[in-house]
C-alpha cells in the first residue's frame, strides 16, 4: 500500500507566480488535511478536505491560497501570486474514512515551496 | 478547543540515557494525543497514539508515552538514546470522536552526544 504522494518534493517561485502543490491520498483513504510548516516552526493546520468538499478551512489565509479534492484525481492546494513570506514545507496527510479511525493521519514527504 | 505546549525546544542527551520530552495539552473534550518525529527534510512518521484504554503506550523505536489526564500531560520516554534518535519530535493532540485536524507543539529538537 503506496503511502502519501506529493509532488513536486521542492518548487521554486517567483513573486506574483503561482504554485500549486498537488496530493494523492493513501488508497482508501477519503480525508485529507494540509499544513504549512514554517522554518523553526511546528505544524499549522490549513484545510480539512473530503471528497468535494472542504469540511474545514480555518487555517487557512483569506487571500489567495484555496484548496480543493476534486471525485477523481489529486487534492491540489493553490497559492497565487505568491509572495516570500509563502515560503515553507507543505506537508499532506491523509485518514480512512470514518470515527473509528481514531483520527491517525499518515503524512505525506511534504513539497518544500521557495519564492524568490 | 485544543493546544499544545511542549516545553524544551532543544534537548541533548548522551547516548544510552534516558530521554524524556514534555508535552501538556489543553482540550475542551477527551483527546486524542500524537507522538510525531521529524527527521531532516522529511515528512512526519507517528511514533505512537493515546485514543482509549491504556494510558502508558508504547510505540516505535523504544519509545512510549503516558497520558496523565490529572496533570494534561504526555511526556515521551525512551530508557536509553541512540544516535538515530537525533530528530525533531512533534506532540499533537484532536478532538475525540471525529475525524478533525491535528494541533501541534512547536516541536523539540533531539541531540545525541557520544
Known amino acids: 500500500n503506496a503511502g502519501v504522494m506529493q509532488n513536486p518534493r521542492h518548487l521554486v517561485r517567483r513573486r506574483g507566480q503561482e504554485a500549486r502543490l498537488r496530493c494523492s491520498p493513501m488508497?482508501?483513504?477519503?480525508?485529507v488535511y494540509w499544513y504549512r510548516q514554517l522554518p523553526e516552526e511546528g505544524l499549522k493546520f490549513m484545510v480539512y478536505?473530503?471528497?468535494?468538499?472542504?469540511?474545514?478551512e480555518s487555517g487557512m489565509p483569506k487571500e489567495r491560497f484555496s484548496a480543493e479534492f476534486p471525485k477523481e484525481g489529486p487534492s491540489i492546494l493553490r497559492i497565487q501570486q505568491v509572495v516570500r513570506g509563502d515560503s515553507a514545507a507543505y506537508f499532506c496527510?491523509?485518514?480512512?474514512?470514518?470515527?473509528?479511525?481514531?483520527?491517525?493521519?499518515?503524512f505525506g514527504p511534504g513539497t518544500r515551496l521557495t519564492v524568490l | 478547543a485544543q493546544s499544545v505546549t511542549q516545553l524544551g525546544s532543544h534537548v541533548s542527551v548522551s547516548e544510552g540515557a534516558l530521554v524524556l520530552l514534555r508535552c501538556n495539552y489543553s482540550?475542551?473534550?477527551?483527546?486524542?494525543l500524537f507522538w510525531y518525529v521529524q527527521y531532516p527534510n522529511q515528512g512526519l512518521q507517528l511514533l505512537l497514539k493515546?485514543?482509549?484504554?491504556?494510558?502508558l503506550v508504547k510505540g516505535i523505536n523504544g519509545f512510549e508515552a503516558e497520558f496523565k489526564k490529572s496533570e494534561t500531560s504526555f511526556h515521551l520516554t525512551k530508557p536509553s538514546a541512540h544516535m538515530s534518535d537525533a530528530a525533531e519530535y512533534f506532540c499533537?493532540?484532536?478532538?475525540?470522536?471525529?475525524?478533525?485536524?491535528?494541533?501541534f507543539g512547536t516541536g523539540t529538537r533531539l541531540q545525541v552526544t557520544l
Open positions: 499533537a493532540v484532536s478532538a475525540s470522536g471525529t475525524a478533525s485536524k491535528l494541533t
Open positions: 482540550s475542551s473534550v477527551p483527546p486524542y
Open positions: 488508497k482508501g483513504h477519503s480525508h
Open positions: 478536505l473530503q471528497k468535494e468538499n472542504i469540511i474545514d
Open positions: 493515546y485514543t482509549t484504554g491504556a494510558t
Open positions: 496527510a491523509s485518514s480512512p474514512r470514518g470515527a473509528d479511525s481514531y483520527n491517525e493521519q499518515f
